[in-house]
């Protein structure tokens, strides 16, 4: 079984950055591809940016290009989610999550082909 805890999140005024750190534990990070997905209050939960098992590829959400960068270090079985330039519209829970990959490159946008979640961490942005 897989278990996914998010850290990092807070409060940060308009401009600011945090970074939103997820820990892998009961299988190797290295294992999965890995997403950030985010959820607001009566919304549905939006893809953020995904890395593929590897680290080698990653895809964002139009908005967070630029702005959010998605890393990994499969040394420590984590993930990071660096937001920068941060907007009140990016006020959110964001939630971590893990897709068994066995293909270095593959990464998915879709909620569906995530397995396991965390519980998240609420990132809340003034202006």
């Known amino acids: 079984q897989v278990q996914l805890v998010e850290s990092g999140g807070g409060l940060v005024q308009a401009g600011g950055s945090l970074r939103l750190s997820c820990a892998v534990f009961?299988?190797?990070?290295?294992?999965?591809?890995m997403g950030w997905f985010r959820q607001t209050p009566g919304g549905e939960r939006e893809f953020v940016a995904t890395i593929s098992r590897s680290g080698k590829n990653t895809a964002y959400f139009p908005s967070a290009r630029g702005r959010f960068t998605i890393s990994r270090d499969n040394t420590r079985d984590a993930v990071y989610l660096h937001l920068n330039n941060l907007i009140p519209e990016d006020t959110a829970n964001y939630y971590c999550t893990a897709a068994v990959s066995y293909i270095d490159t593959w990464i998915a946008q879709e909620e569906f082909r995530y397995s396991y979640w965390g519980h998240g961490t609420q990132v809340t942005v003034s202006s």
């Open positions: 009961g299988r190797p990070g290295r294992d999965h591809t």
